[in-house]
């Protein structure tokens, strides 16, 4: 299976403190994807990093890749309750546009 | 601008019959995915539209199956349907181009009794 892995599965932290999640995959990419998912409803996309990139901010999100390893982090800074979703990986298929994405961290953000 | 829009919210079917989900992209996107997020296996890639062509699937059997239309709005079919169907099916929609995010709907819950 070319689905990635995350880690931790789950994640509890207390409002302000930061929150990192990690992604395995298994598979030379083009790019790699971060999204959100709120209980129940669609993605949202969060961030896409090319394989020749190393590191890219957006806001309060900051990813790394480090495609040697085929690991990516996600670090969320100053976590708000509003925060609390499930977050998922995402790498391309070999030639094609379609996602495989990662297990994911349920991140629970305590007021 | 609106996001990708899927009907119908909830479908609630009975094994052997047949379920057909709709999803219209954001305008000027040509490409069209649908994947299923069922209990327990992760979100999985289904079928890959693009210029009513389809251009990639996943692991699954044939009676999965969909098609895009000339205004790049999308049907996902399933046929005789089995229980391990129930999931959430979302459509996603992008550019062809690639490096290119991708927009999802909120999803169709089905469910088979």
């Known amino acids: 299976s070319q689905q990635g892995e995350e880690d931790p599965q789950a994640l509890s932290i207390q409002e302000g403190e930061n929150a990192t999640m990690n992604c395995s995959y298994k598979?030379?990419?083009?790019?790699l994807q971060w999204y959100r998912q709120n209980s129940g409803r669609g993605l949202v996309h969060l961030i896409l990093?090319?394989?020749?990139?190393r590191e890219k901010h957006s806001g309060r999100l900051r990813v790394t890749l480090d495609t040697s390893k085929k690991s990516s982090s996600l670090l969320i800074t100053a976590s708000r309750a509003a925060d609390t979703a499930s977050y998922f990986c995402?790498?391309?298929?070999?030639?094609?546009?379609?996602?495989?994405f990662g297990t994911g961290t349920r991140l629970t953000v305590i007021p | 601008e609106a996001g990708v829009t899927q009907s119908p919210t909830h479908l609630i079917k009975t094994r052997g019959q047949q379920a057909t989900l709709r999803c219209s992209p954001i305008?000027?996107?040509?490409?069209v995915y649908w994947y299923q997020q069922a209990l327990g296996l992760g979100l999985q890639f289904l079928l890959w539209?693009?210029?009513?062509?389809?251009?990639n699937r996943g692991n699954f059997p044939p009676r999965f199956s969909g098609r895009q239309f000339p205004n790049y709005s999308s049907e996902l079919n399933v046929n005789a349907l089995e229980l391990e169907d129930s999931a959430l099916y979302l459509c996603?929609?992008?550019?062809?181009?690639?490096?290119?995010?991708?927009?999802f709907g909120d999803g169709t819950r089905l469910s088979i009794l």
């Open positions: 539209y693009d210029e009513g062509e389809e251009r």
């Open positions: 305008s000027g996107h040509t490409s």
């Open positions: 995402a790498t391309d298929d070999t030639g094609a546009n379609n996602l495989f």
């Open positions: 598979t030379s990419i083009n790019n």
């Open positions: 990093i090319r394989s020749n990139e």
């Open positions: 996603a929609s992008s550019l062809l181009q690639g490096n290119q995010p991708q927009h």
